[in-house]
């Protein structure tokens, strides 16, 4: 792994990490679900990957990039032997503490609100985001030796940030230029979910969000997805709950409060009825 660990002239702590298929798993849990503590872009320029985010299943294949989002739970399913892989990884202190940070926030931003995470380029696109990560990572390993160091990494970040941004943004317009007005009705109604499902699990909440009545929401979302609003939303905190049960040691009572549970017996319940076993039970499977 690849790490530059640095110190500003305001104290500030820049932290940038690039792992890559030997020891991507550093950073990311396989076989259950995680909540990843930093934001990456994953770049896959041999074999594929499957990664479930949230409630959506995607397969990562050659010369493809995935965004990975802090606000989300993943699971990596598969990883197959021949892949190749970098996996960059940042702090969001890196962005609001480097120079030209407003240009580059809004960018970021706009990255971030991305309705598409999976992008597939051609192979001499991604050479260019290779080469670019490479660079990245050997500044980052040699930071003390060289002059400048701390500008250099800033600005290969921004190549590669600016080069994920004119990628994803064109493809993300015209996947909502091809979505009818029901399927636009679930995205925006799952990335609410999405933002709001450790706050309340109420789809009232949620009509009133988008202005619609229950009926409508329920009648749209169960068309386009095959599930209501409530299944979406107990996905997304069953998730959270594996997640938090396999990778803290948060006690059972409080992650029953975090989710928004009467008391820990509800939770238990809930856990029990979509995997089967106790969030105890579950917990034991895992080494804390």
Sequence with gaps: MLQGNIETANSS????????QQNIFDHANFGHPYRPTRSSFLFVKK???????????FEIIENSIFLIDVKYVYEILEISPDAELRLLSYDRNFLETASFK??????????KTQLQRNFHISKQELDIFWTNVESLGYYLEHFDEI????????NYFNIILYHLVSVATPRSEDSINQMT????????????????YLETKSVQFYADKLQLS????????KETSGKTPIEIINEFIFNEAKAQLSTTTLPI??????LQFS?????????KKHQGTSPTQYRKMFKL
């Design 147 to 154: 002059e400048y160091g701390q500008y250099i990494i800033e």
């Design 13 to 20: 702590f820049i932290h940038v990490q690039i792992y890559d």
């Design 102 to 111: 407003l240009h580059r926030l809004k960018v970021y931003r706009d990255l």
């Design 181 to 196: 007005s029901q399927q636009k009705i679930t995205y925006k109604f799952v990335m609410l979910v999405s933002d709001y």
């Design 253 to 258: 009572k409080q992650l029953a409060t975090k």
């Design 214 to 221: 229950i009926r409508h929401l329920s009648t749209v979302v």
């Design 47 to 57: 074999g594929k990957l499957r990664i479930r985010e949230q409630i959506n299943e």
């Design 263 to 271: 008391d820990q017996y509800a939770f238990a319940h809930f856990f």
